[in-house]
Structures are given as structure tokens and as C-alpha cells.
């Protein structure tokens, strides 16, 4: 284990928009192309594994740390495209949890974290939300000693209060809002179908043209 720990902001999806990563129920992140310009560019090798990644929310209850995953395995497919997965038990809060930590209060000029707060809180931006998200969301450094710390704790404390019903159930669970809903087999086929286009992309094209010969 590094004890390196990385910010991911997750961006909020809008009304007809089906944000498909994290897929939390898989322990993977990152299919998709999410953070690929910044944090997850395959071309840098921002997070390896043995990393941490810290996943904050925003919404309208504030931004929330959802969850701190256990230490990653970093997968490169081909060139193109960086894969993080770690243990798929590790489940991150409900969003409507009251338990789940808040990092930036709705209606708050600072985030009061003393660690993030430094990294964070001079930011030119009138609310601490829009501070938190202007510094972390193309971040690709890890979080110093003492921020990181901090957010563990905090994360470690948030956990030991919760129970069971504070913890997902299904991938919109996590979301700050309603929006359209997908089963456990869709989502594990969606999952599914981007690992074999994956796959697929890295190939030599003679061998694409054989796989698809073989349809």
C-alpha cells in the first residue's frame, strides 16, 4: 500500500443523462474515458497500484465523500485507456446519507477541513462547494500527508457510525438526484460490452477483422 490518496470528483448528471462510472457495483473506474485527459491520462501514470482514490459528490446537500477505496490495481488497456479496480465490497454512501461525510457545507464560503481547506479555500470562487470543485476536479496529485490523513479519519469515523441502510443498493443510490435507472444485469452487461470493445481497440486490425469474421 502507497498511502498515496486521490481526489475524483465525480460531475453531476443531468436530468436525461445516465452517468454510467464509477462502476461501483464492479470496483472499477474509468472504462469509460472518465478523468482520462487528467487523472486517469494514459499517456501519465498518475495513480498505480497500491493507491487510494477518495470519490466526492456534489449535489445539493454539498459535496460528499462517498467513498475511499481500498488500494487499487491500476489496468492499462492498450494505450488508450486506464482502468482502476479495486474490492467490489467496499461499497461508497447513499448520497442522501446523513452519515456520509461532507466536505463542502451548502451555503458555505470555506471548507472547514483543515487539510483540503488549505489546498483548497483561496480559491476565487464565492461558495465552498465551487472552491472544492474548482481545485480537485482535473487534480492529478495526490492529496499531501496531513489532507490525506485528515480524509481517512474522517471517512474511518463516518463508517463506524453507519449502518447497513447508509450504503448503496444500486448505482443511483450514489447519485445527488432521481434520475434514470438501470438493473444490476444491465449495468454488468454495460460493464461487460466496454471491456470487449476495450479489448478489441488494442488489437491489431487484422486480428479485429477476424473477431468480427467470427460474428
Same mark, same amino acid.
Given at each position: 500500500?502507497?498511502?498515496?490518496?486521490?481526489?475524483?470528483?465525480?460531475?453531476?448528471?443531468?436530468?436525461?443523462?445516465?452517468?454510467?462510472?464509477?462502476?461501483?457495483?464492479?470496483g472499477?473506474?474509468?472504462?469509460?474515458?472518465?478523468?482520462?485527459?487528467?487523472l486517469?491520462?494514459?499517456?501519465?501514470?498518475?495513480?498505480?497500484?497500491?493507491?487510494?482514490? $477518495?470519490? @466526492?459528490?456534489? =449535489?445539493?446537500?454539498g459535496? *460528499?465523500?462517498?467513498?475511499i /477505496?481500498?488500494?487499487? !490495481?491500476?489496468?492499462?488497456?492498450?494505450?488508450?485507456?486506464?482502468?482502476?479496480?479495486?474490492?467490489?465490497?467496499?461499497?461508497?454512501?447513499?448520497?442522501?446519507?446523513?452519515?456520509?461525510?461532507?466536505?463542502?457545507?451548502?451555503?458555505?464560503?470555506?471548507? $472547514?477541513? @483543515?487539510?483540503? =481547506?488549505?489546498?483548497?479555500? *483561496?480559491?476565487?470562487?464565492? /461558495?465552498?462547494?465551487? !472552491?472544492?470543485?474548482?481545485c480537485?476536479?482535473?487534480?492529478?496529485?495526490?492529496?499531501?500527508?496531513?489532507?490525506?490523513?485528515?480524509?481517512?479519519?474522517?471517512?474511518?469515523?463516518?463508517?463506524?457510525?453507519?449502518?447497513?441502510?447508509?450504503?448503496?443498493?444500486?448505482?443511483?443510490?450514489?447519485?445527488?438526484?432521481?434520475?434514470?435507472?438501470?438493473?444490476?444485469?444491465?449495468?454488468?452487461?454495460?460493464?461487460?460490452?466496454?471491456?470487449?470493445?476495450?479489448?478489441?481497440?488494442?488489437?491489431?486490425?487484422?486480428?479485429?477483422?477476424?473477431?468480427?469474421?467470427?460474428?
Amino acid at each position: 500500500m502507497s498511502n498515496r490518496l486521490f481526489i475524483v470528483f465525480l460531475r453531476q448528471p443531468g436530468k436525461d443523462d445516465w452517468r454510467t462510472d464509477p462502476f461501483w457495483e464492479f470496483g472499477s473506474f474509468g472504462c469509460t474515458g472518465c478523468h482520462g485527459r487528467n487523472l486517469l491520462n494514459p499517456q501519465k501514470k498518475h495513480v498505480d497500484s497500491g493507491d487510494c482514490l $477518495a470519490f @466526492v459528490q456534489g =449535489g445539493p446537500d454539498g459535496c *460528499k465523500l462517498l467513498l475511499i /477505496t481500498p488500494p487499487v !490495481k491500476r489496468i492499462e488497456h492498450g494505450t488508450t485507456r486506464v482502468e482502476i479496480r479495486w474490492c467490489k465490497t467496499a461499497k461508497p454512501f447513499r448520497y442522501s446519507s446523513e452519515n456520509a461525510p461532507v466536505l463542502a457545507q451548502p451555503g458555505t464560503k470555506n471548507v $472547514a477541513l @483543515v487539510g483540503v =481547506g488549505r489546498l483548497v479555500n *483561496k480559491a476565487n470562487r464565492s /461558495t465552498a462547494q465551487a !472552491k472544492l470543485a474548482s481545485c480537485v476536479r482535473t487534480r492529478c496529485q495526490p492529496l499531501d500527508a496531513n489532507a490525506a490523513t485528515e480524509l481517512f479519519a474522517a471517512y474511518s469515523r463516518a463508517r463506524r457510525a453507519a449502518t447497513s441502510s447508509d450504503f448503496i443498493q444500486s448505482y443511483a443510490d450514489a447519485l445527488p438526484r432521481s434520475g434514470l435507472h438501470r438493473s444490476l444485469q444491465d449495468r454488468g452487461r454495460d460493464y461487460q460490452n466496454l471491456l470487449a470493445e476495450l479489448s478489441r481497440s488494442h488489437l491489431p486490425s487484422s486480428c479485429r477483422q477476424l473477431k468480427g469474421h467470427r460474428k
